[in-house]
Nanobody, 125 residues
């Protein structure tokens, strides 16, 4: 059974950094575009950043541009999200998901279907 497992979340002060990991089991990530999404309390899930199969193409939502960096290591079957200069408004549960469309399409059209448990990010002083 294939699954994606998110990790790396936690409590961090504003301006701090975290690196999230999205590890795959049961399938190989290198055939899929991978997206990071987040859902804050009372808000809809939104696409944060997405990356193409090779890592050549990426997409970032405007609110995280210049602060977050998405990357992937296909040999490790893992996608990362480096989050710097974190703000309280980044507080949310972060999820990853696979897809077959472009990074921009994946991030702007949140996929349906089941989601993993995600990893909680709380940015607070």
């Amino acid at each position: 059974q294939w699954q994606l497992v998110e990790s790396g979340g936690g409590l961090v002060q504003p301006g701090g950094s975290l690196r999230l990991s999205c590890a795959a089991s049961g399938f190989t990530l290198d055939r899929f575009t991978i997206g990071w999404y987040r859902q804050a309390p009372g808000k809809e899930r939104e696409g944060v950043s997405c990356i193409s199969t090779s890592g050549e193409f990426t997409y970032y939502t405007d609110s995280v541009k210049g602060r977050f960096t998405i990357s992937r290591d296909n040999a490790k079957n893992t996608v990362y999200l480096q989050m710097n200069s974190l703000k309280p408004e980044d507080t949310a549960i972060y999820y990853c998901a696979p897809g077959i469309t472009s990074p921009q399409d994946m991030c702007t059209q949140v996929p349906f279907g089941s989601w993993g448990q995600g990893t909680q990010i709380t940015v607070s002083s």
